[in-house]
């Protein structure tokens, strides 16, 4: 069974920074792509960034610029430092992982942590 643990979470002054990791752990896999979403009270879940298994990101454009997205490929570990932080960046931030295991590929979705930019 694969798990994502996120960590970083937390409360930050408008221009403040935080760094969000994402742990994958369990059983043997690979990572396709890995990255970010982020869901505001009453709005839909939106991507922040992803990275692919051959380097290349992807970023949204409200946080292109502010937001970097690393990959720690020895520890299967992703990392979103995010600088400059909104009050429009408050939101729960979710790690999601498309992980091949074998032939298969599956999706995969941390629980979550909480970002609150005060202004």
């Known amino acids: 069974q694969v798990q994502l643990v996120e960590s970083g979470g937390g409360l930050v002054q408008a221009g403040g920074s935080l760094r969000l990791s994402c742990a994958a752990s369990?059983?043997?896999?690979?990572?396709?792509?890995i990255g970010w979403y982020r869901q505001a009270p009453g709005k839909q879940r939106e991507l922040v960034a992803n990275?692919?298994?051959?380097?290349?990101?992807n970023y949204a454009d409200s946080v292109q610029g502010r937001f970097t997205i690393s990959m720690d490929n020895a520890k299967n570990t992703v990392h979103l430092q995010m600088n400059n932080l909104k009050p429009e960046d408050t939101a729960v931030y979710y790690c999601?992982?498309?992980?091949?295991?074998?032939?298969?590929?599956?999706?995969?979705w941390g629980q979550g942590t909480q970002v609150t930019v005060s202004s």
């Open positions: 999601h992982g498309i992980l091949q295991i074998t032939t298969r590929s599956y999706s995969y």
């Open positions: 369990g059983s043997t896999f690979s990572i396709n792509t």
């Open positions: 990275i692919r298994s051959g380097g290349s990101m």
